[in-house]
């Protein structure tokens, strides 16, 4: 079947543009998941959906940052007022339910000039 | 909170030299320990997985990892490593029966020369 997929899969913004990330998660998995990579390091948690459940936002880096996701569909991640230090490449993941193993979209690199 | 450590940053080997890369966990409970690969250009895939149970776990392409709970490590292994095995190697772990976002190393990059 089909895996998670991502659009944009690369985006170039000027510093203080909004950007939109999108992700569809793998169809009847209930959870999703944002990270985020820098160049040269480890994934980076940033938020978390479980079915109708309130978020895990512990991960957002600041307010700049937010995620919405309808029901167990799409999500999309949004930045505000774009920095350079944004620049990363974004992964969503899902799985069929908490805890259980994640499946990797395949990342939007955001580059901010 | 938990982290994790690859102490291997950069691995260069010949093809057929066997490959240990190591990944240390700090968590005081009971965790799910993961290795995921990404091969050049590819997203991140999933090599093998520990939730419970035998803790020597086989994964894909002749990958192996053992989970030793005294020493809070999940070493990855291949008794022979061959050219397409180059990738980054990422190991994650997340805390059983709470919220899954995994914790992720900062990856070991291998490198197998023919």
């Known amino acids: 079947g089909a895996g998670v997929s991502q659009s944009p899969s690369n985006k170039v913004t000027e510093k203080g543009k909004d950007v939109e990330l999108r992700c569809d998660p793998i169809s009847g998995h209930t959870a999703l998941y944002w990270y985020r990579q820098r160049l040269g390091q480890g994934l980076e948690f940033l938020i978390y959906?479980?079915?109708?459940?309130?978020?895990?936002k512990s991960g957002l880096p600041s307010d700049r940052f937010s995620a919405e996701r309808t029901g167990e569909s799409v999500s999309t991640l949004t930045i505000q007022r774009t920095q350079q230090e944004d620049s990363a490449v974004y992964l969503c993941?899902?799985?069929?339910?908490?805890?259980?193993?994640?499946?990797f979209g395949p990342g939007t690199r955001l580059t901010v000039l | 909170a938990q982290s994790v450590s690859q102490h291997n940053h950069h691995v260069i080997l010949s093809e057929a030299a066997s490959l240990e890369l190591g990944c240390n966990y700090s968590y005081g409970g009971t965790v799910n320990l993961f290795w995921y690969v990404q091969y050049p250009g590819q997203h991140l895939q999933l090599l093998l997985k520990?939730?419970?149970?035998?803790?020597l776990v086989k994964g894909i392409k002749g990958f192996e990892a053992e989970f030793i709970k005294s020493k809070f490590s999940f070493n990855l292994r291949k008794p022979s490593v061959q050219w397409s095995d180059t990738a980054e190697y990422f190991c994650?772990?997340?805390?059983?029966?709470?919220?899954?976002?995994?914790?992720f190393g900062t990856g070991t990059r291998l490198q197998v020369t023919l």
């Open positions: 520990y939730f419970s149970g035998d803790p």
């Open positions: 993941a899902s799985s069929l339910d908490r805890g259980r193993e994640q499946f």
């Open positions: 959906f479980q079915g109708n459940s309130a978020p895990d």
């Open positions: 994650a772990v997340n805390p059983t029966g709470t919220a899954s976002k995994l914790t």
